[in-house]
Structure formats: structure tokens, C-alpha cells
């Protein structure tokens, strides 16, 4: 399951990647071939100072070694061994009008002293986090994500949507980081699910990323934007990194776990404000924004 995961984000970071430096018309992705002194490595690719993207990334890796002690207090071990990997992204576009996503799909395994596997399972999902908020984004995203959940188990959607609301939530903030999408962790084989059903869900919602997303940056890319609105999106932004730097489990664990750290550090923006104590006008669209993050709502 492993290398057949692996071999699939390999793919997927290939597919992606060649569609949004085809969308985006100048900016071409830079590798990063990277190793992992306890075990394993990745594939580190970079996006910058593009016509539509003002920074992202697409990355994949897989790494293995001994349980660090985080996991081990998690799992209540004394010892073993683990394997991870996943395909981890962002894209924060230049125009305010379009919206960051981020999405990561990941797969873990844990063994033994023995080297036997103890236990698998499978991670991941996809959100958005929107400057302005144009509700037919928002119903397109979800409704893709729903599709996809549908097809798989009619309860899938309805769950994953509320793990999303609840895990994106900056709780010293009191409101959300975006408008949710999917987020699920620990998808490991049960009585209704093999692992090979878990897998097929987590590259089912994989493959449809692109199809959740580009619609929506092609509909906004040329709308036209004020240097107030720019400020906007990049006040916003300092939300997103401090999500990212205070609640994130993914980012936490890599800096707990000696990540490579250019890896973990890629998800934040290139530039970011923080005003003291800054409020949107009354009635503006930044309000209505606010507004529905302090409150998801449902999209479909």
C-alpha cells in the first residue's frame, strides 16, 4: 500500500504542478530533491512571482526511522517504527479576488520492534481561504468535494465539512481560517471500509482538487484590484500564518520532528500585514467576510 500510495502522488504532484504553471503562463516550478538524515526524503517543488501565483508549492515526501517521541506519547509506545508520506500543497495567487487553497493527501503506517505493522491509515483534505467572498466559489468548491464524498458514502460530505470547520477554526481569533472544505485523519480499515476503500476515497478527492479549484481562479484572475484591497488580502493572510504557526498539527509536527524546514515553512505567504486592532468598515464586503467566518455556514 505504501509504494502503490507513493507512485500515486508522484503522479499527482506531476499532473498538477504541469496545470497550474499552464494556467498561471510565466512562473515555472523549481525542484528541491531533498533527504531526511533519519530516513527518507522528498520532492520539493516551488512556485514564485508568477502572472496569477504569487508564491506557491506542491510537495511530496516519504520518510520512515523510529517513532520520534511525539508519536510515541500519542500512541502510548515505548518503541517502533513508523513510514509516512503524502502529497502536501498551497497556492496564494496574486489578485485578492481569487482565493488560497491548501490541500494534502497523506498516508502512515507504524510497526513494531518486530517490524510487524501495527496499524495504518490514511489523512488528508482540501480548503479554501478566500480575501473576498464570492458565494459561487464557494458553492462550486464544496459542491465538487461533495460530489466526490457522495460516491463513496452519503455520510462522508457531512462529516468531513464539519472536521474541516472545526480543525481550520484560529480559536484565539474566534473565527475561521476560510470557508472549509474536507478534512479527515485516521481512515483506517473497518467493517464497512478495507484499506483499499480508503485508498480509492483519498485519491478520488485528490484527482478532483483541480477540478474544485482552476474554475474559479480562471473566472477571477482578471478582475481588476485596489491597492486597499491588496491590503486587505495580506492582513488576511496574517491570520493564515497564524494558524499555521499556532494550530496547524502538520506543521507542528514537522518542527517537533526535525522536518526539513523550508518544507514546513513553505505553506506561509510571501508577504503578510499586521495592523493593530484593524476592523473592516461597516457593511463593506471585508465584513461580510468576517461575518461568515465566525459562522460557516453550509454550501450545499
Request: include cysteine; hydrophobic fraction near 35%.
Amino acid at each position: 500500500m505504501k509504494d502503490q500510495f507513493y507512485k500515486h502522488i508522484e503522479n499527482l504532484q506531476d499532473s498538477i504542478t504541469s496545470k497550474i504553471e499552464e494556467v498561471d503562463g510565466l512562473a515555472k516550478f523549481k525542484e528541491d530533491i531533498w533527504q531526511r538524515q533519519e530516513g527518507g526524503g522528498g520532492r520539493t517543488r516551488v512556485i514564485e512571482n508568477g502572472a496569477i501565483f504569487e508564491k506557491g508549492g506542491v510537495n511530496i515526501s516519504a520518510v520512515h526511522g523510529e517513532l520520534p517521541e511525539v508519536l510515541r506519547k500519542q500512541f502510548n509506545a515505548d518503541e517502533g517504527t513508523f513510514f509516512a508520506c503524502g502529497l502536501s500543497l498551497v497556492l496564494h495567487p496574486i489578485n485578492p479576488m481569487i482565493p488560497t487553497v491548501h490541500a494534502n493527501w497523506r498516508y502512515f503506517e507504524m510497526y513494531d520492534t518486530t517490524g510487524k505493522m501495527v496499524t495504518q491509515w490514511f489523512g488528508g483534505g482540501q480548503d479554501l481561504t478566500p480575501y473576498y467572498l464570492f458565494d459561487e466559489d464557494a458553492i462550486h468548491f464544496h459542491t465538487v468535494c461533495k460530489n466526490v464524498c457522495d460516491s463513496y458514502s452519503p455520510d462522508f460530505y457531512s462529516t468531513f465539512k464539519k472536521n474541516c470547520d472545526d480543525y481550520f477554526w484560529n480559536t484565539h481569533r474566534e473565527e475561521a481560517r476560510g470557508l472549509g472544505g474536507l478534512f479527515f485523519d485516521y481512515l483506517k480499515a473497518t467493517n464497512s471500509f478495507t484499506i483499499l476503500d480508503r485508498y480509492n476515497f483519498v485519491t478520488a478527492v485528490g484527482a478532483s482538487f483541480l477540478e474544485s479549484y482552476l474554475p474559479i481562479v480562471q473566472k477571477r484572475k482578471d478582475i481588476p484590484f485596489t491597492i486597499s484591497q491588496k491590503d486587505w488580502q495580506e492582513i488576511r493572510r496574517g491570520r493564515y500564518v497564524e494558524f499555521n504557526l499556532v494550530h496547524d498539527r502538520g506543521t507542528l509536527f514537522g518542527l517537533k520532528t526535525n522536518g526539513r524546514i523550508e518544507s514546513i515553512l513553505m505553506s506561509l505567504p510571501p508577504v503578510v500585514q499586521w495592523k493593530y486592532n484593524h476592523h473592516p468598515e461597516k457593511e463593506s464586503e471585508e465584513e461580510r467576510l468576517i461575518a461568515v467566518l465566525t459562522n460557516p455556514k453550509e454550501w450545499v
